[in-house]
């Protein structure tokens, strides 16, 4: 029996169309969630601008817009403000990979500000203690006393976990606590604390400093070109460590037997621990790793940044380490998603000044919108939206069938309603000749 080759191709054609279908839907699956609950959050925040906005004699659209356009022109209207919106990202990307790979293992890791705080303390002693070491010694000292003094925080609330069934939300709340006053206490200490009573540590030596990217680029392209202001283009080098940090998570998640043991246990840990994977170990081992992305994120901070001291009372109500719930949450745990959410809630913390400013809108309207997204992510409102709209209307998110295949024999799937794929039966060669 001959099958005609323009079946055979018109087959393979529909099998490229079946797959690029497949991915079509995984990542429409993907990202329709995060980007319908920020399209929501922006239209609860218009909402909050019209209902407080003090002028009604000025049309409320023009002013939601206006608003807005400010919030972006602050964010990313200029190369100084993508500066500024970078040294915000930067912090975030390392605490949200502390809350995203906590959250591949199915737990809740809250202690990333702890974490950060500890692991900024970590490295601020360091530098101050060391002080006549170069700095190719000093820097990578300071980061790994950060890495370590984090991974022992979170190592903590894994402990906890894995071998008292201490839930980790409550252990990482109270470690938080226990970090801010602990830092605050060091920080007031000698011999870390600065002269005539100030409550904040000695800056930093110089040589234990991270330097600025427009530094770095004034020093390699400076000879006939024009100098970048270090005080207007502030972001430092830590944002590419950040990236190199995001790459470290999506192979330790997708490409080591580490990232899909810890995958399983936050899927099922009964079928885990059925399976033979250690789980006590792995929650233990997936916290301190988390601790020591959070470290990371506190010491990058503290050395990249003008000023390069400590100041008691700022852990507690430094944002990051919560922002990184949000960030994770809204980037689905995935290293590119991270990424753009960081950039998203970044963007928002840095054009919140600017919107007041020149659309005098009060700053706290970012926080009620990064509220919003986190309430719209975990309230599952997208897959509500998709079961209440017409047939006609709803985005075809099913699983693709793949068709069987006997020896060479491939049985194809009967067409239905929706035009799947037409049934066929492919001979081998074999089964010609015969």
Request: hydrophobic share 50%; charged share 10%.
């Amino acid at each position: 029996m001959a099958v005609p080759v323009k079946q055979t191709e018109a087959s393979q054609e529909r099998s490229r169309a079946s797959r690029l279908g497949t991915l079509a839907r995984k990542y429409g699956a993907a990202i329709g969630p995060p980007i319908f609950a920020v399209i929501l959050a922006m239209i609860a925040g218009a909402i909050v601008i019209l209902i407080t906005w003090p002028d009604k004699t000025v049309d409320p659209f023009t002013n939601v817009i206006h608003a807005y356009s400010a919030l972006f022109s602050g964010s990313y209207g200029s190369f100084a403000s993508i500066s500024d919106t970078m040294v915000k990202v930067s912090p975030l990307i390392f605490a949200s990979i502390s809350v995203a790979i906590a959250f591949r293992a199915g737990l809740f890791n809250i202690g990333a500000a702890g974490q950060l705080a500890v692991g900024a303390m970590a490295a601020d002693i360091v530098g101050l203690t060391f002080t006549s070491w170069p700095s190719w010694a000093l820097i990578p000292t300071m980061l790994l006393a950060s890495i370590l003094a984090g991974a022992i925080w979170g190592g903590i609330a894994g402990f906890l976990k894995a071998w008292r069934g201490a839930h980790e939300v409550v252990t990482t709340i109270m470690l938080n606590w226990i970090a801010f006053y602990g830092t605050d206490y060091l920080i007031n200490s000698d011999p870390f604390k600065a002269p005539f009573g100030t409550t904040q540590t000695i800056a930093l030596p110089p040589n234990g400093t991270l330097p600025p990217v427009v530094g770095v680029y004034n020093q390699i392209f400076g000879n006939g070109q024009p100098l970048l202001d270090t005080f207007t283009y502030k972001v430092d080098v830590s944002i590419f460590f950040a990236l190199i940090a995001l790459v470290i998570y999506w192979f330790i998640i997708s490409r080591t037997t580490f990232g899909y043991e810890i995958r399983v246990i936050g899927q099922n840990p009964k079928a885990a621990r059925y399976a033979g994977i250690p789980t006590k170990r792995n929650t233990f081992l997936v916290m301190a790793i988390a601790g020591a992305f959070a470290g990371l994120a506190g010491s990058t901070n503290l050395m990249g940044q003008s000023g390069y001291n400590l100041t008691a009372t700022a852990f507690s109500i430094l944002p990051t380490g919560f922002d990184a719930i949000a960030v994770a949450l809204l980037g689905q745990t995935t290293a590119i998603g991270i990424l753009l959410a960081s950039l998203l809630i970044g963007g928002l913390r840095s054009g919140s000044t600017a919107m007041q400013a020149i659309a005098h809108v009060d700053p706290n309207l970012v926080l009620i919108i990064e509220a919003l997204v986190l309430f719209f992510i975990a309230a599952q409102f997208f897959p509500a939206l998709r079961r209440i709209l017409p047939v006609w209307l709803r985005p075809r998110f099913r699983p693709t069938l793949q068709a069987a295949t006997i020896d060479s024999t491939i049985v194809g799937l009967p067409e239905n309603d929706n035009g799947d794929e037409l049934s066929r039966v492919e001979i081998s060669e074999f089964e010609k000749e015969e």
